[in-house]
């Protein structure tokens, strides 16, 4: 509504039939959406999808996975391989660990991630992604783990 | 069905849509800055990393490229600034609204879906429909209230939804699960290491949550000033989340606000009134000539974020500009 006439301004906003009846059927078709990507749908209906933040039941006695990527540069250091470093976020790997696991070349992607962000430090000679499963014993974390490497790329000379 | 309505579309004073605006805009412009700044980094990623959400395919939207993520990024940030104004709600807003979810397009197309910000998209949605609005205005408007509803349904359903996708894909069994456990020993904070040694207080919370996820849409149906106390217990859930499993969901708690009566809440009203108060204060010391500084800070409130209400103070110099 514009209060372009003086008075108009100070009266009640009040919504025509028609406006009212677009928006009790925009409200209906969202929620309807919504609960079907609630009771059906996946991530990919974003934002439609389910919320399923720790949606998952975690079993008692099952190793927790807590996924790491990480690279080895020309000098021989370890670099432990973050959001900060490379820009790309720890559960995007995990959420892509199936293509890494196929085809490990695709650490590329992390190198020219970390190099774009990184120009002065040294080249990387060995990039991979570990995850440590750490195990639980009723449901308390008894301590012990162990690593399992997923993914292990040596990039070409060239590449940087 | 007239119940239904209603209910949707509950007036509100047009000055909370003002204030509910200012605050949206606001906290897109600090979200692209400060809350998910890594957005920004998706620009660096090489193109084959990037797996488009189903609505990005359907639009054809192209693979993010540096130009587009950063072109975005620039353009959308004053944008929302001079949203949060309130001046051309409609342009302005679907603007902010197109931009801003192809940002999180961007965001959310590299294998991990966020589920912090529904009621933020919604609100990014309504609010160009919500019609003019000034600050400290008391007059009531529908389209206005329609707008907040949804906003405040969709926050609501960001919470009883999630209970039922823990249902889904946990089943009962959940309840008992190891979930928080494993959010702890991925994303714990020193906090977090005195709840871990014991299964069942982890259980407990579990429950807890499930408890108050199912409960949400009570707020619905009990009096304002009730209402307002749960919204509290919200915002402090959060600060619980943030403290043990450092997740803070702020743009949800953005969204939020549409519970609150924003429109009381006047920083620059209450600016202007206690500088008027210092300037008549010092008025006999000083003399008729105002100085330089005072009649600029004037003008920048009266042309500023608030420009809706009139400067109406006794001191005002002569030689200030109308809003």
């Known amino acids: 509504m514009k209060p372009t006439v003086a008075g108009a301004a100070s009266a009640p906003d009040r919504l025509s039939s028609r406006g009212r009846l677009i928006r009790v059927v925009v409200t209906l078709a969202a929620t309807a959406l919504l609960l079907f990507g609630t009771l059906w749908g996946q991530d990919d209906l974003f934002p439609f999808g389910p919320f399923r933040m720790y949606a998952v039941a975690d079993r008692l006695d099952d190793p927790v996975a807590d996924t790491r990527f990480e690279l080895v540069d020309t000098s021989g250091a370890a670099v432990e391989l973050t959001q900060n470093n490379t820009g790309i976020r720890r559960a995007e790997i995990e959420g892509q660990l199936g293509r890494f696991r196929a085809d490990p070349s695709l650490l590329r992607v992390i190198d020219q991630a970390y190099a774009a962000r990184n120009p002065n430090a040294p080249a990387a000679v060995t990039l991979r992604i570990v995850i440590r499963w750490n195990d639980l014993k009723d449901g308390i974390p008894t301590g012990n783990y162990h690593d399992e490497t997923v993914a292990i790329w040596n990039p070409p000379a060239v590449d940087r | 069905m007239t119940r239904l309505i209603r209910f949707l579309t509950t007036p509100v004073p047009r000055g909370r849509i003002a204030a509910f605006r200012t605050v949206i805009y606001l906290f897109v412009a600090a979200d692209l800055v400060w809350f998910t700044p890594w957005v920004r980094s998706h ?228 600016a202007r009134a206690l500088i008027g108060r210092l300037v008549s204060a010092r008025r006999p010391a000083t003399g008729p000539a105002a100085p330089a500084a005072e009649s600029t800070l004037r003008f920048l409130l009266a042309t500023g974020v608030d420009s809706g209400t009139p400067i109406d103070t006794p001191a005002m110099p002569a030689t200030v500009p109308e809003a």
Not at chain 2, 153 to 161: E, G, S, W
Not at chain 2, 211 to 217: D, G, K, N, Q, T
Request: aromatic share 12%.
């Open chain 2, 43 to 270: 620009s660096a990623i090489p193109g084959v990393f990037y797996r488009p959400l189903l609505v990005g395919r359907l639009l054809h939207l192209p693979t993010p490229t540096p130009l587009l993520v950063n072109g975005i990024f620039w353009i959308l940030i004053p944008i929302a600034l001079l949203a949060a104004t309130g001046r051309a709600p409609r342009l302005l807003g679907w603007t902010v609204f197109a931009l801003y979810f192809e940002w999180m397009i961007i965001a959310m197309s590299y294998g991990k879906v966020d589920h912090d910000r529904f009621g933020l998209l919604v609100a990014l949605a309504v609010l160009p429909t919500a019609g003019h609005a000034r600050h400290g205005d008391a007059v009531t408007t529908e389209r206005g209230g329609w707008a907040l509803r949804m906003v405040q349904l969709a926050v609501i359903a960001t919470y009883f939804l999630s209970s039922w996708a823990k249902l889904r894909f946990g089943g009962i069994g959940w309840v008992t699960s190891a979930t928080l456990e494993r959010a702890i020993i991925r994303r714990g904070t020193p906090v977090t290491d005195l709840l871990t040694s014991r299964h069942w207080i982890l259980v407990a919370a579990q429950c807890g949550i499930l408890v108050f996820e199912l409960s949400s849409p009570i707020i619905f149906l009990v009096p304002q000033r009730v209402r307002y106390w749960i919204t509290a217990y919200f915002y402090a859930f959060h600060a619980m989340v943030m403290a043990t499993i450092t997740i803070s969901f702020a743009p949800h708690q953005a969204a939020m606000a549409s519970f609150l009566p924003l429109e009381k809440v006047r920083p620059i009203t209450w």
